[in-house]
């Protein structure tokens, strides 16, 4: 079973900036998308960004912009760069592998970032 890991969320004011990693174990990591994702409390859980196995991404209106998702195929983890943060970007952040649009993998323990105002 694919394990998923998220790391690098914490607590920052509104404007600073922080790097989400997300490591997966598995061998086929540099053939998936991978999609970083976000769920505030009380809100469903949305895509934020995605990257193809080779390197297209796409972003949510939200944080297009702000956000820049990367990869390292060598060390199979997937990083979100968060510049600009607003208190809106609060949530328990995942990542996950997607097939056609839609993430396939068991959902890991995330990792929270907080923006105070």
């Known amino acids: 079973q694919v394990q998923i890991a998220e790391s690098g969320g914490g607590l920052v004011q509104s404007g600073g900036s922080l790097r989400l990693s997300c490591t997966v174990s598995t061998r086929a990591f540099n053939a998936i998308t991978m999609g970083w994702f976000r769920q505030a409390p009380g809100k469903q859980r949305d895509l934020v960004a995605a990257?193809?196995?080779?390197?297209?991404?796409i972003y949510a209106d939200p944080v297009k912009g702000r956000f820049t998702i990367s990869r390292d195929n060598l060390h199979n983890t997937v990083y979100l760069q968060m510049n600009s943060l607003k208190p809106e970007d609060t949530a328990v952040y995942y990542c996950?592998?997607?097939?056609?649009?839609?993430?396939?993998?068991?959902w890991g323990q995330g990792t929270q970032v907080t923006v105070s105002s």
């Open positions: 990257i193809s196995r080779l390197g297209s991404t």
């Open positions: 996950n592998p997607m097939v056609d649009g839609v993430p396939r993998g068991s």
